[in-house]
């Protein structure tokens, strides 16, 4: 089955063409996101395939991302709003809130990072199972939104009615192009509906987890991209996700 590429229009790609050429022109980090759905059914044949623009990074990857370029901690205590570094839980807290100032993305509940640690439970990746941290599935299509903070309806783990299983996250996938300068990482995450019926996908988050220097550790949502259409995936069938992420660097 041919992959289908979905895009909002060919004005907003070609824009994006351009921005990606001028951040690497001008010697400017511009990255480059994609989001793929495969679908295969029970016997192993794909029904569905399709790639897409994610471009739906919220306030919370801004403020980390900011925060991690100058290191520099959390500002505005109880604020998520313009001008306030702070990071918002999926349950809805904010930080900081007077207790935690620093902050770090962690490996799970507790463990400080190491850098040069690669397995499943770092970073995006997760384990079986767990869908605090990682690729996590939803079936609502409301609006993408620069305040969101948590996905419209979770799909929990599990093989009851609405679950689905969630697999152990593969291994980043690193990739470097001499051609084109372009470093590329690749994100998978397999999850398999045995839920007994079809279920409904409408949109994917990457949730962290992230360790505050006083108030413990919560998961954060840093992006949910809506899909264009509802991605269906049967009984008994499999979904693979992958977030692709490049950077191109400068001549």
Do not use: C
């Amino acid at each position: 089955m041919q992959e289908e590429n979905y895009t909002e229009d060919p004005k907003l790609e070609s824009k994006y063409r351009r921005f990606e050429k001028l951040g690497t022109e001008l010697k400017l980090p511009v990255f480059r996101t994609f989001l793929g759905m495969e679908v295969r059914n029970g016997d192993g044949d794909i029904i569905h395939s399709h790639r897409q623009r994610s471009h739906s990074w919220n306030r919370n990857a801004y403020n980390f991302l900011f925060s991690q370029m100058n290191a520099y901690g959390l500002t505005g205590t109880n604020l998520f709003e313009a001008g306030a570094i702070s990071l918002r839980w999926t349950n809805g807290n904010i930080y900081p809130n007077g207790s935690g100032w620093g902050f770090k993305l962690v490996a799970g509940w507790d463990e400080a990072i190491n850098v040069n640690e690669r397995s499943a439970s770092t970073g995006f990746l997760s384990d079986p199972g767990v869908t605090t941290k990682g690729i996590i599935l939803g079936t609502n299509a409301f609006p993408e939104s620069f305040e969101g903070h948590v996905l419209g309806a979770e799909i929990p783990n599990g093989s009851g009615a609405g679950q689905m299983d969630y697999a152990q996250s593969d291994l980043h996938s690193l990739n470097y192009d001499a051609p084109t300068k372009t470093l590329t990482d690749t994100l998978i995450r397999y999850i398999n509906n045995n839920s007994g019926a079809e279920i409904g996908i409408n949109e994917v988050a990457l949730y962290g987890r992230v360790k505050f220097s006083s108030a413990g550790t919560g998961s954060v949502m840093f992006s949910r991209d809506v899909l264009a259409s509802t991605v269906t995936v049967p009984n008994t069938g499999q979904l693979k996700v992958t977030y692709t992420i490049q950077l191109a660097y400068p001549a």
